[in-house]
């Protein structure tokens, strides 16, 4: 039997399990702040590893980046952020609590009151000083997103590869947004990590380009486990683009409260380029010698957030199942994504034999994939604790393993057991986890 996910029910496994933590927990916690635990800086790592290995090492016309999130203030004016990157704000008279417009109807959300304040602009962008002087010379801004630092390095990167159009660069890293109203666990906080790609193109060839991400992007979320039924993607109407974009298509997951962006894939023209040319005086068309050409290329960016994809594969993964009367909890995680691969088991604790020759697999075993031991309950509760963090095997020491050298390996989503020489463990692995 398969439920779907809730929210709640997210919640609780990623903190019962040690996936996410409330930041600053021992002090009430920082709203909209969270902590990734043992398991969930795997995921996450595994997530930026897919996305790294996808879009730059499979690929011949991608290279990486890793700018600072500290940069010069006027790449936020040239940007448009200084002055445009707003939300709309409002204040219930009522009860004091503060809302963005667009996510108020016409009653306070907290207390069903009507009386709000004019809506007023309210800049994102999250603002410190550089340097021990806390003027208005010295005020720099967290990068609300990692496209810029692409951008200002667009010469600096085609330069030094000599890369032919089309190509692109790609950056993961943190941004920080001074979102009025965050929600939804880690779908909606202040501070979160992007995957971001800036592909330069001929003009002539960005919509080919466009469409080309847009099925590539979709289709690396199905490959790495999302269910086709819950992905679409939606172009933008007119009225929804940003100013500067030609087009836009967000790939959308339906998450547990409704359908909601994952990644935005948008032609953004010349105008990145052309903005930062005026306002740094630098010369940033790209040169065709062999053509004799110069001119501003087209960028495609798709830009997607690791936190919201966590939480798009974690939603989509976790199941309830009844199994021989009892409630299973499983997360159908991808090979590619399982915090940990293989689980190493011993039957008995307290048989020095049998633990000795459990070490010795995990040992060997985890030169190449991440395991566990675990000794800490009966083997029923291990194997629905390996199932809760979608450990993709276990395997099992026995008493017959110390005389026939088989251990007993166990498939999480079938629950389906077989037995394999010790000796061949390393290979069956690799078949299983390295064939495709
Ligand atoms: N450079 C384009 C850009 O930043 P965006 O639609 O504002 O576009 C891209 O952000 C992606 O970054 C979103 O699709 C989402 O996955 C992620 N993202 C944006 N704001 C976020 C937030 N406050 N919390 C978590 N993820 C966020």
Redesign the pocket.
């Known amino acids: 039997m398969d439920q779907s996910a809730d929210m709640d029910k997210i919640v609780s496994l990623c903190k019962r399990r040690g996936f996410i933590f409330q930041s600053s927990e021992i002090y009430g916690g920082l709203a909209s702040a969270w902590d990734y635990g043992p398991l969930g800086v795997e995921l996450k790592r595994n997530i930026k590893n897919a996305w790294w290995k996808s879009v730059v090492h499979e690929r011949d016309d991608m290279v990486g980046l890793d700018a600072s999130i500290l940069m010069h203030p006027q790449v936020w004016q040239a940007s448009g952020h200084t002055d445009n990157f707003t939300d709309t704000l409002v204040d219930c008279k009522h009860c004091k609590k503060r809302f963005r417009q667009d996510h108020v109807g016409d009653k306070c959300p907290s207390c069903g009151k009507s009386d709000f304040t004019p809506g007023r602009p309210f800049n994102l962008m999250l603002k410190t000083y550089l340097g021990a002087v806390e003027d208005a010379s010295h005020v720099v801004y967290l990068r609300p ?1 990692t ?1 810029q630092g692409i951008f200002v390095n667009f010469k600096n990167v085609a330069d030094t590869t000599r890369k032919k159009l089309p190509f692109g660069i790609a950056q993961i890293g943190k941004s920080f ?1 001074n ?1 009025i109203t ?1 929600s939804n666990f880690i ?4 501070e ?1 990590e ?1 995957m ?1 790609i800036e592909y330069f193109t001929r003009p002539q060839a960005a919509a080919q380009a466009h469409q080309q991400w847009i099925d590539e992007r979709f289709h690396w979320y199905l490959k790495l486990g999302i269910r086709e039924e819950n992905l679409r993607v939606r172009p933008h109407g007119q009225e929804e683009l940003a100013h500067y974009a030609a087009a836009c298509s967000d790939v959308e997951y339906l998450f547990p409260f409704g359908w909601s ?4 894939i948008a032609n953004r023209t010349d105008f990145d380029l052309k903005q930062h040319a005026q306002f740094s005086g630098k010369e940033l068309k790209f040169k065709d010698q062999a053509a004799g050409e110069e001119f501003y290329p087209y960028i495609i ?1 798709p ?3 690791v ?2 994809a966590a939480l798009a594969f974690l939603a989509d993964a976790y199941r309830e199942e009844e199994v021989r009367g009892e409630k299973r909890v499983v997360l159908r995680l991808s090979k590619h994504l399982a915090p940990n691969k293989i689980a190493v088991l011993p039957l008995l604790k307290k048989n020095s034999d049998i633990v000795a020759l459990a070490h010795s697999i995990k040992q060997d075993l985890q030169q190449r994939y991440p395991c566990v031991y675990d000794d800490t309950a009966s083997i029923g509760k291990l194997y629905r604790r390996q199932d809760e963090i979608g450990t993709f095997y276990c395997v099992t020491v026995d008493v017959q393993s110390l005389e026939d050298r088989q251990v007993t390996v166990r498939f999480r989503d079938t629950m389906q057991q077989e037995r394999i020489a010790v000796s061949g463990l390393r290979d069956y692995f690799i078949e299983k986890f390295e064939r495709d």
């Open positions: 997103e496209a947004r979102e965050p779908f909606r906080t202040r979160f992007q971001e962006e994952l990644e935005g960016e830009s997607g957030g936190d919201r």
